[in-house]
């Protein structure tokens, strides 16, 4: 890390209540997530153990026991970045704008819910014909992406695609998040009441957990400390498309340091 840090303004009472909310936010949203990446750790340990055992057979020759260590390693770095990515986003960190690449934190942010995402039949497409940088929380933007992520994995129960899309606009000097899914799409009577805490239209599943109706107003909240935008456009039955705008640079700002 070189540079100086950038704070945000002094916490009031406010502003410690909405950083306890989106905590609160932050950690419901990994709890939707715990088993699937429960799982895909069992699937890793599971490819690890067989390739030492592979390995490790008296029979096995030089050249088979490099490809099973390779194995091994492969998986073992798997399973190290996705723990990297869980404590990065679960621990309680300072709030502080780094310059941040935008297309590494979607791809931190899909190493935690791909499993949930595959599990679903929900296919991924990447389209990320640039890599901007932005002055941001890293950690915030990834709860936003996560919201996103998982709501429109919710949109689409019998599976389907999601787009992610990252741009800049050099003309208004923005960088662009588009995530884009094949789901149920919203009504427009809905489509202004989705950013509302609390408005949710997920019903409790099997084991009693319905939508909390948080997560869209925990997204604005956060867009609006990065004086960032988002938008949605909607057709039912065709699927959603959320925008989040986010400044390269915030007026007047001096540099901000680079993410280490
Ligand atoms: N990608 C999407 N496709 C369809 N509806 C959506 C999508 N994202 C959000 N919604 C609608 O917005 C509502 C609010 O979302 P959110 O604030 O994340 O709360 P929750 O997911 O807990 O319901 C959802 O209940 C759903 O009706
Ligand atoms: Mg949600």
């Known amino acids: 890390m070189i540079g100086e840090e950038t704070l945000l303004s002094p916490a009031t009472e406010t502003d410690l209540l909405r950083q306890q909310l989106q905590r609160a936010q932050r950690l419901s949203s990994v709890g939707t997530l715990a088993s699937s990446v429960a799982h895909e750790f069992n699937n ?16 096995a020759t030089e050249q088979s026991r490099l490809e099973c260590l390779e194995k091994v390693l492969k ?25 941040t690449d935008l297309v590494a934190l979607v791809e931190d942010t899909l190493l935690l819910c791909e499993k949930d995402l595959s599990k679903h039949q929900v296919h991924i497409e990447r389209k990320f014909t640039c890599r901007p940088k932005a002055p941001v929380v890293a950690q915030q933007i990834q709860q936003i992406l996560l919201n996103l992520l998982i709501n429109a994995r919710q949109a689409m129960p019998r599976g389907g695609r999601i787009t992610l899309d990252v741009r800049e606009n050099a003309r208004t000097h923005m960088a662009e998040i588009h995530v884009c899914d094949t789901g149920a799409g919203i009504p427009p009577e809905k489509l202004r009441l989705i950013f509302d805490p609390f408005f949710t239209t997920k019903e409790p599943d099997s084991d009693g957990h319905g939508g909390s109706g948080l997560g869209l107003s925990v997204c604005r909240q956060i867009i609006e400390q990065h004086q960032g935008r988002i938008r949605v456009e909607s057709i039912v039955g065709k699927g959603s498309k959320f925008t989040v705008k986010l400044p390269m640079a915030l007026p007047g700002d001096r540099p901000v340091p680079e993410a280490a």
Request: net charge positive; glycine share 8%; proline share 2%.
């Open 44 to 59: 890793i340990l599971t490819t690890i153990l067989n390739y030492a055992k592979l390995g490790l057979r008296p029979t």
């Open 75 to 99: 998986g073992s770095q798997r399973a190290a970045s996705i723990v990297s990515s869980m404590l990065g986003f679960t621990r309680n960190q300072a709030i502080r704008r780094d310059l």
